[in-house]
């Protein structure tokens, strides 16, 4: 059964700083996602991570993979309060669905 | 484009009741998912649907049932609706490669359900 752990579940950081979200996940998967949730809204893609060491960056935002440690982390630099979300990984997808982790509530605060 | 369409966005039903999602996508896309969302658990999947007439369950299915007579619709039925059910439901699709080429899953807005 394909487990998917991410950590922390919850982050309260200042603007301005720098942080990384971790997902792991328990069995061989070629294909990693990052999704971002706002408060009552639906899922919005961030990145999808298709290989070992790939690496893909979208403004203050980088996610990364390693798919023989079965680790993705998602870097956030230099934090501005727009990026106050929870984000969540998935593995999978395909014919299959994807499997989730249970989110990352981040805070940023002034 | 609309997307991915869900409807209703909202419904309150009672114990015993029953009802139909409606899941509708206009990018002829061959897969479609139902997940629920609870809090602090993350989305799990119900069933899915690889095509037009297919269907399968995921993970969490004992409840629900499916039906794709259309490739653009994908709906999600409770025959007796539990409080258990209680949950925020997105419907999901995907193209045929589903991933391999760096395609995501495009959600719904979600319906909100409230059984009691």
């Known amino acids: 059964e394909l487990k998917v752990e991410q950590n922390p579940l919850f982050l309260s950081m200042q603007e301005g700083k720098n942080y990384t979200i971790y997902c792991n996940y328990s069995?061989?998967?070629?294909?990693l996602y990052w999704y971002r949730q706002d408060p009552g809204k639906s899922l919005e893609s961030l990145f999808v991570?298709?290989?070992?060491?790939a690496v893909k960056q979208e403004g203050r935002l980088m996610a990364s993979l390693d798919t023989k440690a079965r680790l993705s982390t998602l870097h956030i630099t230099a934090a501005v309060h727009d990026l106050s979300a929870t984000y969540f990984c998935?593995?999978?997808?395909?014919?299959?669905?994807?499997?989730f982790g249970k989110g990352t509530h981040l805070i940023i605060q002034p | 484009n609309a997307g991915v369409t869900q409807t209703p966005k909202f419904r309150v039903l009672k114990t015993g009741q029953s009802m139909t999602l409606l899941c509708a996508q206009d990018?002829?896309?061959?897969?479609m998912y139902w997940y629920r969302q609870d809090p602090g658990m993350g989305l799990r999947l119900i069933h899915y649907?690889?095509?037009?007439?297919?269907?399968a369950k995921g993970e969490v299915p004992d409840g629900y049932n499916v039906s794709r007579l259309k490739k653009q619709n994908f709906l999600l039925g409770l025959e007796s609706a539990a409080p258990s059910q209680t949950s925020v439901y997105f419907c999901?699709?995907?193209?045929?490669?589903?991933?391999?080429?760096?395609?995501?899953?495009?959600f719904g807005p979600g319906t909100r359900l409230l059984v009691l």
């Open positions: 999901a699709s995907s193209p045929l490669q589903g991933g391999w080429h760096g395609e995501t899953q495009y």
């Open positions: 069995t061989t998967s070629d294909r």
């Open positions: 991570l298709l290989s070992n060491g």
């Open positions: 998935a593995v999978g997808g395909g014919a299959d669905g994807l499997t």
């Open positions: 990018m002829n896309h061959e897969y």
């Open positions: 649907s690889v095509g037009e007439g297919t269907t």
